[in-house]
């Protein structure tokens, strides 16, 4: 039966339809409130704003749960991998054999980009960040393959999908090259998709380097832990983009450029700056947590925290003893690894942490994992990109499947000015009148 939540303001009462999702969270429709009513909903942050609905990943943030499709996370991480989870993400079940070894297939031959693109990387400058360049070359991909910019649904838009998906880790892979005046190195087909990224990664022409199958693992859980976190700022930011019918390469470009931010993808980054910032200033962990709790200069523990997530973070579960056999397998001891654990050892005992419900987040420790494999800091968000890229994927494919999808354009109130008239330059200040300034070709 039809449910109602019943709103008044000003003496008028309206009913707002209700929804319920199959793991019984609730939503109070509110689209016609302002025809209804002529009033708006604020939610600063989107915090509480239900964009769509999707039934790809459920998130339960008191609770610490999240499934990918009904699939509980860490059963995924135990027994499943990176590819098989972004079939699963992308198409909504679990592959049989053939339709994995199809798929796996697809994406693999995909893995190679055009050669004409491999000289825009010679055209970034050496110290381009690469989400910089990931973003560029996602969006140029469009020049490259016209013909399915259109597709939106159906066999042409999967074939995007994976083209995408296959291409990501060369093009970051081959920003990390450049940056380092390296040739970039080739994906083999006789390597997986993980093993391709290492190896054109860290492949040179003189020396080839087979994957190390711990390392190799360690960053599939990490891609596989990634892959999909429902409305987040960068699949927010994919799907804004999309419904405006945008092509996918240039939806993509939009949520690399998203996640790039300190705030979402970047924090593995910011973890180790923050790390490095303590020894530097040689402070000890309980020093450098004082000064968070003060709130200097805006700092925050980087690593801790989610929006979503009261409680420990099931990806950094998963991860923590991931880290901790990695660094064990690797022989890997360091003195930023070693304050990043004394960190969250006082934070996890402190009442600061404890009562805003502040926990290690998934970045904490894949930032010690990828430090601890040897990964460049600043190419840390790049992974986290290849990781969320079936997520971004599914969602803009279940977005354009979706009748409900119309072009997102939020409402605001306005705060500024209310009218005026135009005061001419002359009217204006010293009533001086602008001049063009001459040009200057030696500036
Ligand atoms: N360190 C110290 N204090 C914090 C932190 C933190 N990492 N996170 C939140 N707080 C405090 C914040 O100052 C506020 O305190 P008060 O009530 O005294 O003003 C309170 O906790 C609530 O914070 P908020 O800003 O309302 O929380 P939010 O939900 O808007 O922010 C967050 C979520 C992830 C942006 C934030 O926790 C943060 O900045 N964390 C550090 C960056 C980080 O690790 N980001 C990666 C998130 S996981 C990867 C991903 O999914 O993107």
């Given at each position: 039966?039809?449910?109602f939540?019943?709103?008044?303001?000003?003496?008028?009462?309206?009913?707002?339809?209700?929804?319920?999702?199959?793991?019984?969270?609730?939503?109070?429709d509110?689209?016609?409130?302002?025809?209804?009513?002529?009033?708006?909903?604020?939610?600063?942050?989107?915090?509480?704003?239900?964009?769509?609905?999707?039934?790809?990943?459920?998130?339960?943030?008191?609770?610490?749960?999240?499934?990918?499709?009904?699939?509980?996370?860490?059963?995924?991480?135990?027994?499943s991998?990176?590819?098989?989870?972004?079939?699963?993400?992308?198409?909504?079940?679990?592959?049989?054999?053939?339709?994995?070894?199809?798929f796996?297939?697809?994406?693999?031959?995909?893995m190679?980009?055009?050669?004409?693109?491999?000289?825009?990387?010679?055209?970034?400058?050496?110290?381009?960040?690469?989400?910089?360049?990931?973003?560029?070359?996602v969006?140029?991909?469009?020049?490259?393959?016209?013909?399915?910019?259109?597709?939106?649904?159906?066999?042409?838009?999967?074939?995007?999908?994976?083209?995408?998906?296959?291409?990501?880790?060369?093009?970051?892979?081959?920003?990390y090259?450049?940056?380092?005046?390296?040739?970039?190195?080739?994906?083999?087909?006789?390597?997986?998709?993980?093993?391709?990224?290492?190896?054109?990664?860290?492949?040179?022409?003189?020396?080839?380097?087979?994957?190390?199958?711990?390392?190799a693992?360690?960053?599939?859980?990490?891609?596989?832990?990634?892959?999909?976190?429902?409305?987040?700022?960068?699949?927010?930011?994919?799907?804004?983009?999309?419904?405006?019918?945008?092509?996918?390469?240039?939806?993509?470009?939009?949520?690399?450029?998203?996640?790039?931010?300190?705030?979402?993808?970047?924090?593995?980054?910011?973890?180790?700056?923050?790390?490095?910032?303590?020894q530097?200033?040689?402070l000890?962990?309980?020093?450098?947590?004082?000064?968070?709790?003060?709130?200097?200069?805006?700092?925050r523990?980087?690593?801790?925290?989610?929006?979503?997530y009261?409680?420990?973070?099931?990806?950094?579960?998963?991860l923590?003893?991931?880290?901790?056999?990695?660094?064990?397998?690797l022989?890997?001891?360091?003195?930023?690894?070693?304050?990043?654990?004394?960190?969250?050892?006082?934070?996890?005992h402190?009442?600061?942490?404890?009562?805003?419900?502040?926990?290690?987040?998934?970045?904490?420790?894949?930032?010690?994992?990828?430090?601890?494999?040897?990964?460049?800091?600043?190419?840390?968000?790049?992974?986290?990109?290849?990781?969320?890229?079936?997520?971004?994927?599914?969602?803009?494919l279940?977005?354009?499947?979706?009748?409900?999808?119309?072009i997102?354009?939020?409402?605001?109130?306005?705060?500024?000015a209310?009218?005026?008239?135009?005061?001419?330059?002359r009217?204006?200040?010293?009533?001086?009148?602008?001049?063009?300034?001459?040009?200057?070709?030696?500036?």
């Amino acid at each position: 039966m039809a449910e109602f939540a019943d709103l008044t303001f000003r003496g008028r009462t309206v009913q707002l339809p209700v929804t319920v999702g199959s793991e019984g969270e609730i939503a109070v429709d509110i689209s016609s409130l302002r025809d209804d009513l002529g009033v708006i909903t604020m939610d600063s942050g989107l915090g509480n704003t239900g964009a769509c609905q999707s039934a790809i990943t459920y998130i339960d943030g008191e609770q610490g749960i999240l499934r990918y499709r009904g699939y509980d996370i860490a059963e995924l991480a135990e027994n499943s991998a990176f590819l098989e989870v972004a079939y699963l993400l992308m198409h909504g079940d679990l592959p049989s054999a053939d339709d994995f070894d199809e798929f796996a297939a697809g994406v693999m031959d995909n893995m190679l980009v055009h050669e004409n693109l491999r000289h825009f990387f010679n055209a970034f400058p050496r110290d381009a960040h690469p989400m910089a360049v990931a973003s560029a070359v996602v969006a140029s991909l469009a020049t490259f393959y016209p013909e399915s910019m259109g597709a939106r649904k159906g066999p042409d838009a999967m074939e995007s999908c994976r083209r995408l998906l296959a291409k990501l880790p060369t093009i970051v892979a081959w920003s990390y090259k450049q940056s380092r005046g390296i040739p970039v190195t080739y994906p083999r087909c006789d390597l997986g998709y993980v093993q391709n990224f290492l190896h054109m990664m860290f492949s040179t022409p003189y020396r080839v380097m087979e994957p190390d199958p711990t390392v190799a693992r360690a960053l599939d859980l990490i891609f596989l832990l990634h892959a999909d976190h429902e409305q987040n700022c960068s699949t927010s930011t994919v799907r804004m983009v999309g419904s405006s019918q945008s092509n996918l390469f240039a939806s993509i470009s939009a949520g690399v450029s998203a996640l790039w931010g300190p705030l979402h993808g970047g924090a593995n980054q910011a973890l180790i700056e923050m790390l490095q910032y303590i020894q530097r200033a040689g402070l000890t962990p309980g020093q450098f947590v004082e000064k968070i709790k003060n709130k200097e200069a805006g700092v925050r523990l980087m690593g801790f925290g989610h929006r979503v997530y009261k409680n420990y973070d099931p990806r950094a579960k998963v991860l923590k003893k991931t880290a901790g056999d990695v660094l064990q397998k690797l022989g890997v001891h360091s003195e930023l690894l070693e304050t990043a654990l004394a960190l969250e050892d006082v934070a996890l005992h402190d009442d600061y942490f404890l009562e805003r419900k502040l926990y290690p987040n998934v970045d904490f420790y894949s930032g010690i994992i990828l430090h601890a494999i040897g990964i460049p800091t600043n190419m840390f968000t790049a992974i986290f990109a290849i990781g969320r890229m079936p997520g971004w994927l599914a969602q803009w494919l279940e977005m354009n499947a979706d009748p409900q999808t119309r072009i997102a354009r939020p409402r605001q109130i306005y705060t500024g000015a209310t009218l005026r008239p135009y005061v001419p330059f002359r009217q204006r200040g010293d009533g001086r009148i602008p001049r063009r300034r001459p040009c200057n070709p030696g500036a």
